[in-house]
């Protein structure tokens, strides 16, 4: 197991540090994984396995930069138009979506959503108080791999996942965000 990446949590609370190590780990440990998005319930993304934002795995499984690792490859983007920002707005979409026909047809609360397409693969899973996990799988992942690795995530996230917790993760996205546009750095 490599180590997890500690880039954007400098300052954050032992439970957002944790958080993010939660969300590393998913990402290197599960095969087929192309990008992940933690979502608030009011569809703010909170965390993100995007390279480009704040919170992202750095380095590959085999500990290559992740910037020299997507070199190699061809240019097409690893997610939805290669941002988690964007699996963001889909994940709260689709959350929204199939909340709204649990109440349609009376089944109770959505535990988790897939969908299989030909190229890839979108997994949608409650956490806790409308906070929604969503992941990009590539076309050759194990979806019941993925699922269960998801599960493990949302048990051990759902608990710390307070507001205040999403409170911070989000002032630091923000924040981050902010200084990348500036140029500054922290």
């Not at 979502?39 to 995007?50: A, C, M, N, P, R």
């Not at 934002?53 to 490859?73: F, K, M, N, Y």
Request: charged share 20%; aromatic share 4%; glycine share 10%.
């Amino acid at each position: 197991m490599t180590a997890p990446s500690t880039f954007g949590t400098f300052g954050l609370s032992r439970e957002a540090r944790n958080l993010h190590w939660l969300l590393t780990n998913l990402v290197e440990e599960v095969p087929g994984i192309q990008s992940v998005a933690v979502v608030s319930s009011d569809g703010l993304l909170l965390l993100s396995s995007d390279a480009g934002l704040p919170h992202a795995r750095t380095t590959s499984r085999g500990g290559t930069p992740i910037a020299a690792a997507r070199e190699v490859q061809d240019d097409k983007p690893t997610g939805p138009r290669g941002s988690s920002a964007d699996l963001a707005t889909i994940v709260s979409g689709i959350g929204s979506l199939t909340i709204g026909a649990a109440k349609l047809m009376d089944s109770g609360p959505v535990k988790h959503t897939m969908v299989a397409m030909d190229e890839g693969s979108l997994f949608v899973m409650s956490i806790s108080d409308g906070s929604l996990l969503g992941v990009h799988g590539s076309a050759d992942c194990d979806m019941s791999v993925v699922a269960y690795h998801m599960a493990l995530f949302v048990g051990r996230a759902g608990h710390v996942l307070t507001p205040e917790l999403r409170s911070e993760l989000r002032q630091s996205l923000e924040n981050d965000l902010e200084s990348k546009a500036t140029g500054s750095t922290r």
